[in-house]
């Protein structure tokens, strides 16, 4: 079946880049979501792209999008302490309800 | 907009009771969505809905019941709990049009003892 596989654990200095890595299997994919939890709180959209995208920049966050070896990547320029969350990469089927999470990726930063 | 509520945030059930869980969205999405949240394993699927009077099965079912009587409203209910349904219960809505961003819910956090 379709899966969304990340890495569980991230941990970056304050002020340095962090890049977070997705796969996904389903080739019908139509978007492709970023989602940020933090400690007791439930998941918000961060940014998504759009499958016939290669990247897309929205102030501090980077997405980039290759379909062919169906790779996600979460590039956040900067990072703070306040970044420090679980990241679920997550992706969706047009037409359908089908909507498939990763596990999570935890980014933690140091001061 | 409050967009989407979820009643209660915490509770405490012994095995075998009953209880139902509330979701609220006041975006009018025709879908909604239960998820369960446990440690390294994401967020699982336990039931949908693409509209009004209609409910599906997702990937975890098993143990419990939904209903969507009223398109803003999903009721997830536990008939009999066990302690493997210990978990994190999340809503999510969305449109059924567009970029289908799910819109979450605060959580609760349900304990089985």
């Known amino acids: 079946g379709e899966d969304v596989e990340q890495s569980l654990f991230l941990s970056v200095r304050e002020g340095d880049s962090s890049v977070i890595n997705c796969t996904y299997t389903?080739?019908?994919?139509?978007?492709l979501y970023w989602y940020k939890q933090e400690p007791g709180a439930g998941l918000q959209l961060l940014t998504y792209?759009?499958?016939?995208?290669d990247m897309k920049q929205d102030q501090r966050l980077t997405v980039l999008l290759n379909k062919k070896d169906k790779h996600l990547s979460l590039r956040i320029a900067d990072t703070q302490t306040g970044d420090s969350a679980i990241y679920f990469c997550?992706?969706?089927?047009?037409?359908?309800?089908?909507?498939?999470f990763g596990t999570g990726t935890r980014l933690k930063v140091l001061a | 907009n409050a967009g989407v509520t979820q009643t209660p945030k915490f509770r405490v059930l012994k095995t075998g009771q009953s209880m139902t869980l509330l979701c609220a969205q006041d975006?009018?999405?025709?879908?909604m969505y239960w998820y369960r949240q446990d440690p390294g394993m994401g967020l699982r699927l336990i039931h949908y809905?693409?509209?009004?009077?209609?409910?599906a099965k997702g990937e975890v079912p098993d143990g419990y019941n939904v209903s969507r009587l009223k398109k803003q409203n999903f009721l997830l209910g536990l008939e009999s709990a066990a302690p493997s349904q210990t978990s994190v219960y999340f809503c999510?809505?969305?449109?059924?049009?567009?970029?289908?961003?799910?819109?979450f819910g605060p959580g609760t956090r349900l304990t089985v003892t």
């Open positions: 999510a809505s969305s449109y059924r049009t567009g970029s289908y961003e799910q819109y």
């Open positions: 389903d080739s019908s994919s139509t978007y």
């Open positions: 792209i759009f499958s016939n995208m």
């Open positions: 997550a992706e969706s089927t047009s037409g359908t309800y089908k909507y498939i």
């Open positions: 975006m009018n999405h025709e879908y």
């Open positions: 809905s693409v509209g009004e009077g209609t409910t």
